[in-house]
T-cell receptor, first 114, second 114 residues
């Protein structure tokens, strides 16, 4: 899983709660990403950030929020507005050196709504 | 729009036999294509990529992929499958217009039976 850590590994949320998923990288990468993975649907992009203090919505940003105050960190908050948050969440990062660079993924956080 | 498709949800092969996991793409211009593998409850691991040059790309763990421009395909192959190759495989394409975005296929579950 390279130099990307995600915590916690498992997270349980009650209805109406906001929860924050942590993502940290020590790869000195500029770009960071959050994906949601559901069975049979592959990965869907929630948010991405190219640089500190800047981020862009992905394909399914509703009900989620992010911040990028440090290069190494890109936390994701799942708000109560997200109606179906149970999923596996993956954080990734990539270098901005060139389009040929791959993404590196963290080990993931499994979120379950009780 | 950039996209990839993985037409098979699941592929079953016997150990020692060759394996192929299919991927087709739809992009404007030359594609930047990637293969990743995911083991249960883990993040994605990079296997190989095609950027330009030789149509046969070699990657990690004995995997290779063949780029075919006329058929817009990028199939993952291995001459002799191992039980430990059993995992979920994702094909991805990097957006040439916004290279911070990657588009993933829905994934193919590979089952290698002893």
């Amino acid at each position: 899983d390279g130099g990307i850590t995600q915590s916690p590994k498992y997270l349980f949320r009650k209805e109406g709660q906001n929860v924050t998923l942590s993502c940290e990288q020590n790869l000195n990468h500029d770009a960071m990403y959050w994906y949601r993975q559901d069975p049979g649907q592959g990965l869907r992009l929630i948010y991405y950030s190219q640089i500190v203090n800047d981020f862009q919505k992905g394909d399914i940003a509703e009900g989620y929020s992010v911040s990028r105050e440090k290069k190494e960190s890109f936390p994701l908050t799942v708000t109560s507005a997200q109606k179906n948050p149970t999923a596996f969440y993956l954080c990734a990062s990539s270098s901005q050196q060139g389009i040929t660079d791959t993404q590196y993924f963290g080990p993931g956080t499994r979120l379950t709504v009780l | 729009a950039q996209s990839v498709a993985q037409p098979e949800d699941q592929v079953n092969v016997a150990e020692g036999n060759p394996l192929t996991v299919k991927c087709t793409y739809s992009v404007s211009g030359n594609p930047y294509l990637f293969w990743y593998v995911q083991y249960p409850n883990r993040g994605l691991q990079f296997l190989l990529k095609y950027i330009t040059g030789d149509n046969l790309v070699k990657g990690s763990y004995g995997f290779e992929a063949e780029f075919n421009k006329s058929q817009t395909s990028f199939h993952l192959k291995k001459p002799s499958a191992l039980v430990s190759d059993s995992a979920l495989y994702f094909c991805a394409v990097r957006d040439r217009n916004n290279f911070n975005k990657f588009y993933f296929g829905s994934g193919t579950k590979l089952n290698v039976k002893p």
